[in-house]
């Protein structure tokens, strides 16, 4: 465990080493994020400017879903994007041997190998949305709250790479994933609404049988009514559940493999 | 002019070709481009539910505007065009059109069309799959002046996409990684050109404001005027004098940038 502690810590520090080079690019990356950012929460102010609320929300209410929505992609960003996407290139190109070649966990190696800085500082503007609404809402969560926020938000990052890692691993068997690896950004889109939204064949597709909504609707929840034990069990069964599946297509993927060109 | 044409024609088919072996990946994406319009369709309903007109149009209006901007962005959209323009100048691939009576804008637009006749052909297939359950919140106005003034709109604005992907790809000469600057702008063509949400809903001295910007006529202007959102003829056709000034600065820009790019090209690679 250690041992893969140290890998893990020897890219950081490479990939931080390298943002320090390219400081224009790292300015540029976590303006674009920002950016970004900033759209979300505009949809929701131009929503809110012609109703007052959305499946029950308020505007706060919202932007503290849409806020802990983007805490959770942020952090997904930061930590696993940048290699996973490069995974479905190298794949393709056969520069996959090089992790193939390491000694060690395949899928821990090709898909932890870069971080970036940028999202992960983004990632503070995420948490102040959510601090900022949960204060608008007049919120006062004590430890319990907080800390089951924490674990949901983790247990959110967790089932969000498990999707990302099965909307790359199909480049295992069709070789090119290019414009495949955008359908996840699409499905994260479900996690900026509220489950009451949901109803009938959309609330079994996206609330149970694809757990987009749960992912973010759960912590937003806890700050907003108070942790709840079942529910964080559930969300923990099926972090576990997603996890094991993407580590199993992965693998069987893998065996796939053959290597490209000369 | 004959043997002109016919270069870039068989620049189209070979295009064609290309485009097509990615056929699988297309039909994914565009199948997937249909989840984005379930969340529209959640998100909105949802809206619509405490207040039956926002901005003046109902549910059924809003949907079908979503519905024609996504359909507009598999038929003009420049997906990528920026990207593989820059890997050809980063790598060297154009040191061949330097060579040979071959014009480089043209070249890249060639294939661009073939892409988007791919494309555009693909998303109809998800389209009319999923008409059953989507018709009944289709509606579109049928006066005559929207298809005349409505299809040129879509032909500049082709042009206003593909141009700016070219003026981004050209910007390869300068700065060895230009992703950055392509995704901060598409994040703000995503709010200004309409596809967060329908312009007309912004404040209006912003949707003033961004009547004036190349975003308003990259998608927005031409679906606006398909699905209703625009209902002043004498407006559209001021809309389309400016959308035809920003297509005309575009292409001037890129060929500066082109022009200018050259001389700081050392032909590396190939």
């Known amino acids: 465990m250690s041992h893969y502690a140290r890998l893990w810590l020897t890219s950081a520090r490479y990939c931080i080493m390298r943002m320090m080079m390219f400081r224009g690019d790292f300015f540029v990356w976590a303006l674009v994020e920002l950016f970004w950012m900033t759209v979300n929460l505009l949809m929701v102010s131009v929503i809110y400017q012609h109703t007052d609320t959305v499946a029950g929300w308020t505007k706060y209410e919202m932007m503290l879903l849409v806020g802990t929505s983007l805490l959770i992609q942020r952090f997904l960003m930061g930590f696993f994007w940048s290699s996973i996407f490069e995974m479905g290139r190298n794949i393709r190109s056969g520069h996959f041997d090089f992790f193939v070649a390491q000694p060690g966990n395949v899928m821990f190696t090709a898909t932890t190998r870069k971080i970036d800085p940028d999202s992960l500082i983004n990632s503070l503007v995420a948490l102040g949305v959510v601090i900022y609404s949960a204060r608008q809402l007049g919120l006062q969560p004590g430890w319990v709250e907080v800390l089951g926020y924490a674990l949901m938000v983790a247990c959110g990052v967790i089932i969000h790479y498990s999707m990302l890692v099965l909307c790359i691993a199909p480049a295992f068997w069709i070789t090119s994933v290019q414009g495949i690896e955008g359908s996840y950004f699409t499905l994260s889109e479900f996690s900026r609404l509220p489950r009451a939204a949901f109803v009938g064949l959309a609330k079994v597709a996206f609330v149970w049988v694809l757990p987009v909504v749960v992912v973010s609707n759960t912590p937003a929840s806890t700050l907003l009514h108070g942790f709840d034990l079942q529910l964080a069990g559930w969300l923990v069964a099926i972090t576990a559940l997603w996890f094991g599946l993407a580590v199993f297509v992965f693998h069987r993927g893998l065996k796939r493999y053959s290597s490209a060109s000369s | 002019m004959l043997a002109t044409l016919n270069k870039y024609r068989v620049t189209f088919l070979v295009g064609l070709q290309s485009n097509l072996i990615y056929r699988v990946n297309f039909a994914v994406r565009g199948f997937f481009s249909f989840f984005h319009l379930i969340v529209v369709f959640i998100l909105w309903s949802a809206a619509y539910a405490g ?220």
């Open chain 2, 51 to 270: 207040s039956p007109l926002i901005g003046g149009f109902n549910f059924a209006q809003t949907f079908t505007y979503f519905v024609a901007l996504l359909v507009a962005q598999f038929v003009i959209g420049a997906f990528n065009e920026d990207y593989q323009i820059s890997e050809e100048i980063r790598g060297g691939l154009i040191n061949q059109f330097l060579l040979k009576p071959v014009n480089y804008f043209a070249y890249r637009f060639s294939i661009y069309v073939a892409a988007r006749l791919v494309t555009g052909l693909l998303i109809l297939v998800p389209l009319i799959v999923s008409l059953p359950l989507i018709g009944e919140y289709l509606v579109l106005p049928s006066e005559p002046w929207r298809l005349g003034i409505g299809l040129p709109a879509l032909f500049l604005s082709a042009i206003i996409q593909f141009g700016i992907a070219y003026c981004f790809g050209m910007l390869s000469f300068w700065f060895l990684e230009i992703q950055g600057f392509v995704i901060l702008s598409m994040a703000l063509e995503s709010v200004l050109g309409g596809q967060i949400f329908p312009l007309d809903l912004m404040p209006e001295w912003l949707f003033r404001i961004s009547q004036f910007l190349p975003y308003y006529y990259q998608m927005y202007f031409p679906v606006a005027i398909f699905t209703g959102r625009l209902n002043d003829p004498s407006a559209a056709l001021v809309g389309l004098g400016i959308q035809a000034c920003w297509a005309v600065a575009i292409l001037g820009l890129g060929a500066v940038l082109w022009r200018r790019g050259l001389r700081l090209h050392t032909a590396v690679g190939g």
